[in-house]
């Protein structure tokens, strides 16, 4: 049986930065403003006061410290807390296939392809800009590729989902180069004006390209040895924007609609279930958690990677063996775990182990069994 490979890997980052310290002065204003605002309301207790957002608090919540994005003024603006994204016309390309096609390209370059090689392309993010023509055929026209493209979601586990499915297409027969892409525009899902939720959040777009060995050329290679999906259903995490909400009965505030968690639930419930998931993983391949060279994690918050890589190692990770691009990056949902595969593994020996593993809403969780093939 052909031997699946990941010969490329492509990373668009978005040209503007935020830091805590912009984004709690800009929420600061936001919050004194609804408190002033409301303070009847406050007073005889049917609202509650906002408190104002801190540093401190997101560093000791999520070990964030600067995030990318595709519009900064928007977010920033204490009015506004959204980004400011100029509407397109159908004849231009939309905002979501437009960094797909820079970060694709990037991935083909590496691999030594161009887009007229690639017969499929499955685009997996966790808010997709339209419900259809899917996003993934625009990409697909944009570069010039054959063969067949489509959208899917499985939240942040959509990078590794993603990557299964495009596995098994080469495996299969059904594509000789297929391209993964997970375009994730997040400050357009976040509530920005919500203490606990306003700093999570980054943009970032990934792209892997897939092939059987004997159709590679020679250069980086990594060869995907394995996949394992899980699903457990979960309203702990969600995002209820969809297609039907104008025909509800029934008042709603637009920020319910938006992305919302019950973050120390999702903690206590994600953390083991993702340990257990690659535990089993390794096991069911003949591997030991030793074995294994280098842990790309989701990138959802410095206390969930720590945990999981401690219940697995029994010890506290380093940041060699479980790297974190959160500092930089934020959670940029299913293209984190990219990102840190894409930063992080030129430093790796022929053979080396790792496991690439993407979990969220659902709950789910994937992971990918990776062994370093080529240099």
């Known amino acids: 049986m052909s031997r699946i490979l990941i010969t490329g890997t492509g990373l668009f980052t978005p040209p503007e930065g935020i830091t805590n310290e912009e984004l709690v002065a800009s929420l600061t204003v936001a919050v004194e403003a609804w408190n002033r605002e409301n303070a009847d309301a406050i007073e005889r207790g049917d609202l509650e006061e906002r408190d104002p957002p801190s ?37 231009e390309l939309s905002i979501q296939a437009e960094i797909c096609v820079a970060a694709i390209e990037q991935a083909l370059q590496q691999a030594g392809r161009s887009g007229a090689d690639v017969d499929a392309i499955i685009l997996g993010a966790s808010n997709i800009q339209r419900a259809y023509p899917a996003v993934a055929i625009e990409v697909q026209q944009a570069l010039g590729a054959k063969g067949f493209a489509y959208d899917m979601n499985v939240a942040c586990s959509s990078a590794t989902f993603s990557l299964q499915a495009a596995v098994d297409a080469v495996r299969g027969g059904s594509a000789r180069c297929a ?20 700093f999570i959040f980054g943009d970032a777009c990934t792209a892997l390209v897939v092939e059987r060995e ?16 899980e699903t457990q259903f979960s309203n ?14 029934g008042e709603r ?79 940029t ?11 992080h593994r030129d430093d790796l020996a022929l053979g080396d182990l790792a496991v690439l593993c993407s979990f969220g ?8 069994l990776l062994e370093k093939a080529s240099a």
């Open 214 to 229: 004997e159709d590679a050329n020679p250069g980086e290679a990594w060869e995907v040895l394995s996949t394992r999906l």
């Open 55 to 91: 540093e401190a608090f997101i560093r000791k919540a999520s070990g964030i410290g600067h995030r990318y994005v595709m519009n900064k003024e928007g977010l920033l603006d204490p009015e506004r807390l959204a980004p400011h994204l100029p509407l397109r016309s159908e004849k």
């Open 179 to 198: 391209v993964v892409v997970n375009p994730e525009i997040t400050s357009g899902h976040n509530n920005f004006e919500l203490r606990e939720f306003h």
């Open 361 to 368: 809403a659902g709950y789910s969780v994937g992971s990918v």
């Open 253 to 331: 505030h637009p920020h319910e609609l938006m992305f919302r968690q019950n973050g120390r639930q999702v903690y206590r419930d994600v953390c083991p279930m993702v340990a257990e998931h690659i535990r089993s993983h390794l096991v069911e391949e003949g591997h030991k958690v030793e074995d294994v060279r280098r842990f790309w994690l989701h990138q959802a918050n410095l206390g969930m990677n720590m945990m999981i890589a401690k219940t697995l190692l029994g010890r506290e990770p380093t940041a060699d063996e479980s790297p974190v691009i959160l500092d930089e990056y934020a959670n």
């Open 236 to 249: 702990n995490i969600r995002n209820d924007h969809g297609f039907l909400n104008r025909s509800e009965d």
């Open 333 to 343: 949902s299913s293209a984190g775990s990219v990102i840190a595969f894409h930063k």
